[in-house]
């Protein structure tokens, strides 16, 4: 991965995400976690993530979940990708309780980032309360 083109399929799925919160969540989990270059790759290629000519991009949520349930990858990148089918509302991933433990303090902040924005706190700019960034 180039990073002209991890930078264009973020912006495409963070336009892809606008104006739904949990699209939202899930994209900034996602594309801004730590181990976003690992899973960039495994994503395409497993079709969970697709972009195409035109700059758009997206998450397909019938693909993400088999990738997540993969036994193939790191118990960090399953957490993550859990995280994210778990901010999609797809069911099926283990509890919240049992992911977060297992990654870093970054991926974390991130997490509860992305869960203020999903009960819609950057609308009321109080995201800082919650992780103490922007």
């Known amino acids: 991965m180039t ?3 991890d930078v264009l399929m973020s912006v495409g799925l963070e336009r892809w995400a606008r104006g739904a919160y949990d699209l939202e969540a899930a994209v900034m989990m996602l594309t801004r976690c730590s181990l976003w270059p ?3 790759n495994e994503l395409l290629a497993r079709n969970a993530i697709g972009y195409d ?12 979940l088999p990738v997540a349930q993969d036994n ?6 399953r957490r993550v990708l859990w995280l994210v089918v778990s901010l999609l509302s797809l069911g099926g991933a283990p509890g ?3 992911l ?9 902040s991130l997490f509860l980032h992305a869960t203020a924005h999903l009960a819609g706190w950057h609308q009321r700019d109080r ?3 919650v992780t103490g960034a922007a």
């Open 3 to 5: 990073d002209s083109t």
């Open 38 to 40: 690992r899973l960039y």
């Open 53 to 64: 000519d035109f700059g758009n991009a997206w998450i397909d949520r019938d693909e993400i």
């Open 72 to 77: 193939g990858m790191s118990g960090g990148e």
């Open 96 to 98: 919240v309780g049992d």
């Open 100 to 108: 977060v433990p297992g990654i870093g303090d970054a991926d974390t």
């Open 127 to 129: 995201s800082l309360t």
